[in-house]
């Protein structure tokens, strides 16, 4: 496929913390071989109480309930666009969108993310690309991460992209080779905790500020299998409600402690996971976790890796713009998930493609 024009997609991404949805306008272009890109336009829609109570609770849906939330999901991520559509200069050729993610139990080869494509797409009257991990799973991969082709491709300056979302994950080169893993909960744990002192999230890690590190629950983090397992691997929800919740749920200390011991483990768990690439010097974070300075400031004093940290846009709509790349790669017939990473057979051209 030749790339004799710049192609506009629009990305868009829900994820784990249920901030909202990001929606981004992208260019993409080659240019001397090398792919370029923009963001043109973005924003995010915040979702209110009954989307977001819809979306953290699904996984106890029976069939038809499921079904029809999969359905309307779709239709309000399909207005959501064109109101955002509304906005913009330039018209995209296609969307490109994650869904939210409801299960993902890769050893089941179950992965699945709501917001139905064709309902999407009977809305916007554009193509939409969705669906993005369920055919890497069913080749035996993790299904997850999927942004690496992205950092490969668009961010390949840096030695290793970090991303903060609900949950850590990171991709670097190793043997000539794209590779990534989840490393650990983030967003998902520090977001559950401040909800119980009414807020959404802890403003940059002041509630932790206030608390005192429990190192007995520091010690059970510690202990959990999953972080002495070798990657390929990845988290989901499941696994966090499964063998981080019942840890804080034991303790009777305040959330304040409770939040400053989260954030400690986090940062260590990051530092950790930067440092074992003693080949690295820098590193790009994005990702919702870059605003919460506590935990930013704990992992600058665990590592002397340089930190790059890019626009505020870039922290908070690179995932929707590199799912926006995965949607117009998968459009154009070319690979879209690494089994480097995954851990897959083979690499994929993944995602369903609905036309309108």
């Known amino acids: 496929m030749f790339f004799s024009r710049p192609y506009r997609v629009i990305g868009v991404m829900s994820g784990t913390s249920l901030d909202g949805l990001d929606i981004a306008l992208c260019r993409f272009s080659r240019v001397a071989g090398r792919w370029r890109y923009a963001i043109e336009e973005a924003t995010t829609f915040t979702y209110n109480d009954e989307w977001r109570q819809r979306l953290g609770s699904a996984q106890n849906l029976d069939a038809h309930e499921f079904s029809m939330l999969n359905i309307e999901y779709g239709l309000y991520i399909g207005e959501r666009i064109n109101e955002f559509r509304s906005?913009?200069?330039n018209e995209p050729t296609l969307v490109a969108s994650h869904g939210h993610t409801v299960f993902h139990q890769p050893p089941n080869r179950l992965t699945w993310q709501v917001g139905d494509a064709t309902a999407i797409a009977s809305v916007c009257r554009l193509p939409v690309i969705a669906d993005f991990r369920k055919a890497d799973v069913l080749q035996g991969g993790q299904g997850a991460p999927l942004v690496p082709i992205g950092d490969e491709l668009l961010f390949g300056n840096y030695d290793i992209c970090l991303n903060l979302g609900g949950f850590a994950n990171m991709s670097f080169r190793s043997k000539a080779m794209r590779v990534a893993y989840d490393i650990c909960p983030v967003n998902i744990l520090l977001n559950h905790l401040a909800l119980k002192t009414g807020k959404p999230f802890d403003d940059n890690g002041r509630i932790a500020a206030t608390g005192a590190v429990l190192h007995n629950v520091i010690q059970s983090l510690d202990r959990l299998s999953y972080y002495s397992r070798p990657w390929p691997k990845s988290l989901s929800r499941e696994w966090f409600e499964k063998e981080v919740l019942p840890i804080f749920n034991a303790s009777t200390a305040s959330i304040a402690d409770q939040l400053m011991t989260a954030t400690t483990h986090i940062a260590r768990r990051l530092a950790a996971a930067i440092n074992e690439q003693q080949h690295i010097s820098n590193v790009l974070i994005t990702g919702g976790g870059v605003f919460n300075t506590?935990?930013?400031?704990?992992?600058?004093?665990?590592?002397n890796k340089k930190i790059v940290i890019p626009s505020q846009q870039l922290i908070e709509f690179?995932?929707?713009?590199?799912?926006?790349?995965l949607g117009l790669l998968r459009y154009t017939g070319q690979t879209n998930i690494l089994c480097s990473v995954t851990g897959a057979k083979k690499n994929s051209s993944a995602g369903i493609i609905a036309l309108p």
């Open 318 to 325: 690179k995932e929707a713009m590199i799912f926006a790349f």
């Open 294 to 303: 506590l935990l930013m400031d704990n992992i600058k004093k665990l590592t």
């Open 87 to 89: 906005q913009c200069k």
